[in-house]
């Protein structure tokens, strides 16, 4: 699967941070825009690379007046742990039933032996809810690039 494109409507859903607490919805963050984060499993080290790398620079990345989740298939259990031990400064949403990540046209039948993973990949939403902004590799190794998913989030203000 190679993802949805920029332009096209983000598809609407409901992920728990923890559960017990109310999901996450995207829609309820129409007026605003959402940067999403697929990544294949939590405390693999690529995927901590990269949610590392935007805690690391949450100066930038706070700023640009975007929420920003990542989003794992593993349960939310385990996505509070690795967010408590990396420290970062956004909420990692679990797509344990992996409904988001195959409306994003995202998730992997295989990798690595491993059924049902999520392709690295990263969205920018603009407020209306459309999808300003695509990247999704096939290859877990590859961090996503940075800096154009910041730029593509400052072209939206």
């Not at 096209?8 to 607490?21: H, I, K, M, Q, W």
């Amino acid at each position: 699967m190679s993802g949805l494109e920029a332009g096209t409507n983000a598809p609407d859903f409901s992920l728990p941070r923890v559960l017990g607490e109310d999901p996450v919805t995207l829609s309820e963050h129409r007026g605003e825009p959402v940067v999403l984060m697929f990544v294949p499993l939590a405390f693999s080290g690529v995927c901590t690379k990269e949610f590392c790398h935007v805690a690391e620079n949450w100066e930038v990345w706070g700023a640009m007046g975007a929420k920003v989740y990542g989003i794992s298939i593993d349960s939310p259990f385990v996505n509070v742990k690795w967010a408590e031990d990396m420290g970062v400064p956004f909420p990692i949403l679990s797509d344990f039933n992996k409904t988001a990540a195959a409306a994003y046209g995202v998730l992997r039948e295989e990798i690595a032996g491993l059924r049902g993973v999520a392709n690295r990949s990263v969205f920018v939403v603009d407020a209306g809810g459309r999808i300003r902004y695509a990247w999704v590799s096939k290859d877990p190794h590859v961090l996503p690039p940075f800096d154009e998913v910041v730029s593509a989030v400052r072209a939206l203000s």
